[in-house]
């Protein structure tokens, strides 16, 4: 019994399998046989979104789950600036017939950065 976990720690392991599920779904949608680079971007743009939400959610979460998600949120910040050192992923972006110049209007990147891409 005393391995057991309390209410508490029952918030906190549901508010943990709420954060890491983009987690899940990002990993079993690049595992698939038809992943592409135009859809990396978009990837972590939406884990950057729910990682930002959960770090600020403050009746939502927990401390321990909103700090953790702004130390996840960092290293995304590292590998998606990594992402501006290679013209791949913007090309591939660009030339996507989804995507082209029009996803990164809708995030509203500066218009300096579009033309860059």
Known sequence: RSFELNDEEWKVVRQLREV????KDATLFFSRGTPNLATVIPAMDHID?????ANVSHRKYCNAI???????KRVLDLYYSLTGSSTTYRIAMVLHP??????????????????TA
Do not use: D, N, Q
């Open 20 to 23: 890491l599920k983009v987690f």
């Open 49 to 53: 979104s729910i990682l930002t939400t």
């Open 66 to 72: 909103r700090v953790s998600c702004g130390l996840a």
């Open 98 to 115: 989804r995507h082209k110049l029009a996803y990164f209007r809708k995030l509203r990147w500066p218009e300096a950065w579009i033309r």
